[in-house]
T-cell receptor
Framework: SQTIHQWPATLVQPVGSPLSLECTVEGTSNPNLYWYRQAAGRGLQLLFYSVGIGQISSEVPQNLSASRPQDRQFILSSKKLLLSDSGFYLC???????????FGEGSRLTVL | GEDVEQSLFLSVREGDSSVINCTYTDSSSTYLYWYKQEPGAGLQLLTYIFSNMDMKQDQRLTVLLNKKDKHLSLRIADTQTGDSAIYFCAEGNTGNQFYFGTGTSLTVIP
């Protein structure tokens, strides 16, 4: 069966520090991969999505970037974090018969 | 992104039915989804409906779609305390993009 994992689950970082959140999918090949952010207001904002290795589409310009070095690995990064980067980051992938979207457990980032 | 709107809060008594509503704007949506999020957790896919369907039932869950009005609803029959969570409506299109509403926080009163 397919599974998706994110880490770390919780992260507290100072302003100006770098960030790396990792997501991996198991049990499938060539999935579409997504990064979403959920801020305190609860809505989900699509940040990046990828349809293949090295192919990244950015939905919202900001100081975050994404990379897909391997087929089932998706990384969210920042060189210098801002206070406004705090939030709950969710990785997701499309699979299933009808291309449903499945989410990882989430990574909670607090920038101080 | 496309607009997907939901009311923020809903309270129901245990045993009653809950109806959570959603409106969307993208006429090219192929599937419409309902997700459940419990505190501190990721989103769990509850059910989804293809855009050319009017209704889908899955145990206690009933999804109704009015494509003309771009209105989607989720009915939970015999609501239990374990159903308390945030419920998200989402639309997916042929471009493999998914857009979410702000979520409806359902509180079930014992």
């Amino acid at each position: 069966s397919q599974t998706i994992h994110q880490w770390p689950a919780t992260l507290v970082q100072p302003v100006g520090s770098p960030l790396s959140l990792e997501c991996t999918v198991e049990g499938t090949s060539n999935p579409n991969l997504y990064w979403y952010r959920q801020a305190a207001g609860r809505g989900l904002q699509l940040l990046f999505y990828s349809v293949g290795i090295g192919q990244i589409s950015s939905e919202v310009p900001q100081n975050l970037s994404a990379s897909r070095p391997q087929d089932r690995q998706f990384i969210l990064s920042s060189k210098k974090l801002l206070l406004s980067d705090s939030g709950f980051y969710l990785c997701a992938w499309t699979g299933g018969v009808d291309g449903e979207l499945f989410f990882g457990e989430g990574s909670r980032l607090t920038v101080l | 992104g496309e607009d997907v709107e939901q009311s923020l809060f809903l309270s129901v008594r245990e045993g009653d039915s809950s109806v959570i509503n959603c409106t969307y704007t993208d006429s090219s949506s192929t599937y419409l989804y309902w997700y459940k999020q419990e505190p501190g957790a990721g989103l769990q896919l509850l059910t989804y409906i293809f855009s050319n369907m009017d209704m889908k039932q899955d145990q206690r869950l009933t999804v109704l779609l009015n494509k003309k009005d771009k209105h989607l609803s989720l009915r939970i029959a015999d609501t239990q305390t374990g159903d308390s969570a945030i419920y998200f409506c989402a639309e997916g299109n042929t471009g493999n993009q998914f857009y979410f509403g702000t979520g409806t926080s359902l509180t079930v009163i014992p």
